[in-house]
């Protein structure tokens, strides 16, 4: 291929084919006359460096099967002593590193140019050029069309070489795949985030939970549970994925909700719709609700989620949070005392439910009635009159969310909740 690329005056674009097929320094100025962008010149450098490199580990090598054929496979030197190797792969990263550093003052024809940055922006210590190259890259703004391409290529290119056993260093595979997930989050893509969000090592679960917590209100319960369901096929603890994303997403809901301060409202008085914010904090149990593992968390969750409707006069929205937890939380029994404040709460919404069903119930009275029809509803009435009542007796005579008395935070939350 490199004989032909240096055969005499063949055409323009047959040439300049034949050159990127088989790059070399000797016909870098043909491949060069073709390079627009500055993203073309980039491509050129890299291709030439690692045409070359691979050339002179073949020659080391004394040459391939299509070069002298078995001959030269029966007769292959020794390996380089691992010193030698390292001196030679040193001085490679050197002149890889100086040649990609004069990139930063190429004159290019369409798109922006790269501006040159200082030597402090190209840590040899990290012994991996892909890191400086994207290091260079990153000057780019979001805006740029060519920007999630480039940030694309770099991202795969860090998985490969991780895939193959070549070492890249944790902090430079950080940065471009933090780039590359902020080019997915922008773009929609979050069927893709978890796959490379779990690329992150040590950093995975936190990152796929802060995207997760960004969603808000804007993915429904299946696309909830679809979500941890990524996270554990590319290898991510889902367990503290839901925990983290449930966390996160109570404290911004607590940020920007009224604090509970003055006489208790009234429950009884017609409230608003519920707010946006009241809503995400309502919804954030649904990520520790999915799967039995994280139960226990989700029943401390929901006790401090429904202490603070109850004090805030939320009740509907209190009542809603219970119906959606699942049935095992009654059967938690550890710790006692949130144990107990959660058997409390359900005691409080079946008596909730009885005085509803009077109310319904009384509604059903209409002004004409034959004798039979208003005997039978009155029976009823009475029935359920009794019930209520009971319920009401019992819960105003139980030990029913009485606070200890330490004063803290979930102390006076109980005591405005009684």
Same mark, same amino acid.
Request: proline content about 6%; aromatic content about 8%.
């Given at each position: 291929?490199?004989?032909? *690329?240096?055969?005499?005056?063949?055409?323009?674009?047959?040439?300049?084919?034949?050159?990127?097929?088989?790059?070399?320094?000797?016909?870098? %100025?043909?491949?060069? %006359?073709?390079?627009?962008?500055?993203?073309?010149?980039?491509?050129?450098?890299? *291709?030439?460096?690692?045409?070359?490199?691979?050339? +002179?580990?073949?020659?080391?090598? !004394?040459? /391939?099967?299509?070069? /002298?054929?078995? =001959?030269?496979?029966?007769?292959?030197?020794?390996?380089?002593?691992?010193?030698?190797?390292?001196?030679?792969?040193?001085?490679?990263?050197?002149?890889?590193?100086?040649?990609?550093? @004069?990139?930063?003052?190429?004159?290019?024809?369409? !798109?922006?140019?790269?501006? #040159?940055?200082?030597?402090?922006?190209?840590?040899?210590?990290?012994?991996?050029?892909? !890191?400086?190259?994207?290091?260079?890259?990153?000057?780019?703004?979001?805006?740029?069309s060519r920007y999630p391409t480039m940030t694309r290529f770099f991202a795969h290119l860090c998985l490969y070489l991780r895939m193959i056993d070549i070492p890249v260093p944790p902090l430079v595979t950080q940065v471009i795949l933090e780039a590359y997930l902020q080019v997915l989050e922008a773009a929609g893509q979050r069927e893709l985030i978890a796959m490379y969000a779990g690329a992150l090592g040590?950093?995975?679960?936190?990152?796929?939970?802060?995207?997760?917590?960004?969603?808000?209100?804007?993915?429904?319960?299946?696309?909830?549970?679809?979500?941890?369901?990524?996270?554990?096929?590319?290898?991510?603890?889902?367990?503290?994925?839901?925990?983290?994303? +449930?966390?996160?997403?109570?404290? &911004?809901?607590?940020?920007?909700?009224?604090?509970?301060?003055?006489?208790?409202?009234?429950?009884?008085?017609?409230?608003?719709?519920?707010?946006?914010?009241?809503?995400?904090?309502? &919804?954030?149990?649904?990520?520790?609700?999915?799967?039995?593992?994280?139960?226990?968390? =989700?029943?401390?969750?929901?006790?401090?989620?429904? #202490?603070?409707?109850?004090?805030?006069?939320?009740?509907?929205?209190?009542?809603?949070?219970?119906?959606?937890?699942?049935?095992?939380?009654?059967?938690?029994?550890?710790?006692?005392?949130?144990?107990?404040?959660?058997?409390?709460?359900?005691?409080?919404?079946? @008596?909730?439910?009885?005085?509803?069903?009077?109310?319904?119930?009384?509604?059903?009275?209409?002004?004409?009635?034959?004798?039979?029809?208003?005997?039978?509803?009155?029976?009823?009435?009475?029935?359920?009159?009794?019930?209520?009542?009971?319920?009401?007796?019992?819960?105003?005579?139980?030990?029913?969310?009485?606070?200890?008395?330490? /004063?803290?935070?979930?102390?006076?939350?109980?005591?405005?909740?009684?």
């Amino acid at each position: 291929m490199r004989k032909s *690329s240096s055969k005499s005056q063949p055409p323009d674009p047959e040439r300049i084919l034949y050159v990127a097929l088989a790059p070399c320094p000797q016909k870098f %100025s043909v491949l060069k %006359s073709a390079c627009r962008t500055w993203e073309d010149h980039l491509w050129a450098q890299i *291709s030439i460096l690692c045409e070359e490199k691979q050339t +002179a580990e073949m020659i080391k090598l !004394g040459g /391939g099967f299509w070069d /002298g054929g078995l =001959a030269v496979l029966e007769n292959m030197p020794s390996p380089p002593s691992h010193e030698e190797d390292a001196a030679e792969e040193e001085e490679w990263e050197r002149e890889a590193t100086s040649t990609l550093e @004069t990139l930063g003052s190429v004159h290019v024809e369409d !798109g922006p140019r790269i501006p #040159r940055l200082s030597a402090g922006h190209h840590p040899r210590s990290d012994k991996f050029v892909a !890191g400086n190259i994207f290091t260079t890259c990153i000057g780019h703004s979001l805006t740029s069309s060519r920007y999630p391409t480039m940030t694309r290529f770099f991202a795969h290119l860090c998985l490969y070489l991780r895939m193959i056993d070549i070492p890249v260093p944790p902090l430079v595979t950080q940065v471009i795949l933090e780039a590359y997930l902020q080019v997915l989050e922008a773009a929609g893509q979050r069927e893709l985030i978890a796959m490379y969000a779990g690329a992150l090592g040590d950093n995975a679960v936190e990152r796929y939970a802060m995207f997760l917590t960004s969603l808000e209100l804007t993915a429904d319960i299946n696309e909830r549970r679809l979500a941890l369901t990524r996270a554990r096929e590319h290898g991510l603890n889902v367990h503290r994925v839901a925990v983290v994303t +449930a966390e996160r997403t109570i404290d &911004r809901a607590f940020e920007l909700l009224p604090q509970m301060k003055g006489p208790p409202p009234s429950v009884i008085a017609l409230r608003a719709t519920p707010s946006d914010i009241e809503l995400l904090l309502l &919804r954030s149990i649904e990520w520790t609700t999915f799967e039995d593992g994280t139960y226990d968390t =989700a029943l401390e969750q929901a006790t401090v989620i429904l #202490r603070y409707f109850l004090g805030a006069g939320r009740v509907s929205l209190a009542k809603n949070l219970v119906e959606m937890l699942p049935r095992e939380l009654a059967s938690i029994d550890q710790p006692e005392e949130r144990a107990t404040e959660y058997l409390h709460y359900r005691q409080f919404f079946t @008596t909730w439910d009885s005085l509803d069903r009077v109310v319904e119930c009384q509604s059903l009275e209409v002004s004409v009635m034959n004798r039979d029809t208003r005997a039978a509803w009155l029976s009823d009435y009475k029935g359920l009159m009794g019930q209520a009542y009971d319920a009401v007796v019992k819960l105003l005579t139980s030990d029913w969310m009485i606070p200890d008395e330490t /004063g803290d935070r979930r102390s006076r939350e109980l005591t405005r909740v009684q």
